[in-house]
């Protein structure tokens, strides 16, 4: 089977759905082919900008001009980092998502959210959910989690967050709250509880259980179980019938948050007519004299007994995430780029990939794809490997999200360009 399109978005994670709706935005044809969700799914849906560069930054803006010349921000310029975000939020304004930015001096910082281990983690572009502006002032703070709800300790999350230095003054309190289900045969998550207060019977539940003691608190810190979906209308309603400040906590997967923030972009891509083809894993690219033509799933004929998808496009967004996301293998021997074979820079000798110490650098992270200022991949000599694909995401080296911050900020960025810089590309190809 073939299809053809003007752009090709290979991944749909945060990078490649972002991309989509860029290039869907100049009126092209734009299929988003994957075999899986990404990791927006299981995130928080918080966008991380920049929250460390050595150590906690409040200011990503200021911090981004002390990144080195490889970093995807210093590459596209501080400027189209912030044309990109600024575009992605009109995206979600639109669909009043209540998604807002703190300010400080007139600035726009980062926020300070409360973990559920009772840590506190630096975002940048948040959901009305995880909105920490009363936190910080708040003497009365209640951590309350669900009976069979595992995740969530909130002795242990209040215990630690009662040790942090901005918390001295605060005092807080703990509370189980009954679970809305029957006896279950498995532990529940936040998840289950979020759908269930997606119904006015659960909402009913959750409002009940905190109506007894909402009154004693200035904030109320729970799981992140106020509903499925990305708009502000729960949490405001929660806030006006306790009369105190409602709070989600950042928590593990699944990604209740990333869940709510995907069905929107979803949403926007299905208003803009964009493709999507599920479950498709292309193992196979089919370039010549630095032009890719096709992308496929089977490298040869009637390989594996299955009928091959061939997608033919004017120009492709490589947004195929790194190790954890499929673009990139590792092996002892080499780490590489698993669809076009693209090389792989800032790649560290076996041995030294990753640091004794867990939660410190690990040189791996770094490992990806170089790209020139059009985000197109280059060689070690700095040269244009492939002249219609374009880079997004965590395929992209020189940076690492985890220790700095910066998943979604470098997603986002990077795919909108890419989206942008494909849509040129496809144009170009179209009047040639
Ligand atoms: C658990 C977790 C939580 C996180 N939470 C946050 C957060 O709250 N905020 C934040 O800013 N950052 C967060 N991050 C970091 C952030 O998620 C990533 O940096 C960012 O999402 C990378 O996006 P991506 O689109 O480049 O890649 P991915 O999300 O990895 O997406 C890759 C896509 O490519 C597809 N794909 C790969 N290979 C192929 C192939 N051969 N054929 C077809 N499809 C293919 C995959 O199926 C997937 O759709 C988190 C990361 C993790 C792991």
Redesign the pocket.
Known sequence: MQITTDVLV????????TAALAAASKGLRVVV????????A????????LGCVDQEVTDPWEAMTKLGPDHPYTILGSARVRQALEAFQHILDRHKTGYRIAKKDGKNVNSRLPTILGTLKP?YLIPAGHDSSELFSAKQVLVAGVEGLRDLSPKLCAHELGKLPEFQATHFATELLPSPFSQTHRGISSLDLARQVSHPKGLDWLETCLGRFARAYDVILLPPILGTRADDQLVQHLGQKLGCHVQEL?T??P?V??LRLREVLKDEAAAHTVRFLEN????CSSCSNGHCHYVSTQCEEGGENQEELRIVAKSFVL????I????IWTTPYEICE??FQLPVQFQPAVDQRTSSDALGRHPISLAGLACDSQLRPIDDRKTCCLDNVFL????LGGFD??EE???????IAT?WHAGLMAAEASGMEARA
């Not at 290979?10 to 759905?17: E, F, N, P, R, V």
């Not at 498709?280 to 193992?283: C, D, E, P, Q, S």
């Open positions: 290979i991944g749909s994670g945060m990078a490649g759905l082919a994957a075999n899986g969700a990404g990791s927006l299981i995130s928080s849906g918080c966008i991380d900008l975002s950042l593990i997967p990604g948050g990333g498709v894993h292309l193992t947004a195929s995430g790194g954890l996301g499929g673009g698993v669809l997004a995401g965590r395929i999200p985890a911050k910066s998943g979604f900020g470098v997603a795919g």
